[in-house]
């Protein structure tokens, strides 16, 4: 009797103490995103075609945050493709001593894919604003050039 009393107070402490650490962890990463929140530059590191000139695309890590499907379909030549909600899992493979720039269509979930590496400590992490469809309709790796190109009249 004794034992079996011992066994399920074990059991009921390991319980506890799994579930105050989950609460713990989950404060931990609240703390994490309320400092970022508090300290991010206005944009949270978003950035426009047109402010990538076409020779510095080669010396950033390009990320397609789109599923497989998408990439396949089309994506912006030397992208690599990691599903948005994979960004952390696949983390070890994404540098932070380079400009990493990460895109789907429009914005929306690369911007929480962004969002979440930027709370993980990456600062090297920018947003394409508009996405893919933004990218192509602003002229693609010629977007930059198109916006400075003096006025056609």
Known sequence: MIVKQLGWALCLAALTW???????????AADEMEA???FVD????????EQIPKDEWPKMTVIDARDAGQFAKGHIPGAINMDWRQ???????????????????TGSL?????????VAGWENVRI?????????????FDAAARATAPAQH
């Open 110 to 118: 690369s911007a929480q894919a962004g969002f979440a590496l930027r």
């Open 128 to 140: 394409l604003q508009g996405g893919m469809q933004e990218w192509k309709a602003k002229g693609g």
């Open 87 to 105: 960004v952390l899992a696949k983390r070890n493979s994404i540098p932070k001593n380079k400009p990493v720039l990460i895109y789907c269509n």
């Open 18 to 28: 799994g579930s105050a650490a989950q609460a713990d962890n989950k404060a931990i």
């Open 42 to 49: 206005y944009g949270g590191g978003v950035i426009f075609a």
């Open 36 to 38: 970022y929140l508090e």
